[in-house]
C-alpha cells in the first residue's frame, strides 16, 4: 500500500466562539467549536480529505460556505451535515506546508 503524502495543518480558528452570533438558537451562548479533525497545528495530516470543525450544536447551514469556512490559499469544496463542517481542497495539498483555517463570524446560530 502506498504510503500517503502528508503536510503540516496549523488551525486557527479565528473567531472560534463565533461572538457575533445572535445567541438565539438553542442555547444563550453562541456555537463554539468543539473537535477539529485534523487537530490544531497537527503534523503529518493527509493531504486529501477533509478538514472538519465539529459546533457545539447545529449552526445554520445556509451560513457555512466557501465566505465563511477558508483555507488560507487553498480553494475547495465546503459541507456542513449535523453539526460538522467540511472544507474539501480542490487539489492536494503541498506536503510540508502550514495552512490556516478560519471560520468567521458569518457562521450563525
Known sequence: MPRKTIFR????????????CSGSGPSDFAPSVIQTDPQNKAADAPVEGPITATFSYPVDPVTVNADTFILSGVQG???????????????PLAKGTNYNAVLTTGIKD
Open 77 to 91: 469544496i465546503v459541507e456542513y451535515e449535523g453539526q460538522t463542517a467540511a472544507f474539501t481542497p480542490s487539489v
Open 9 to 20: 495543518l496549523r488551525i486557527f480558528l479565528y473567531s472560534v466562539f463565533l461572538a457575533a
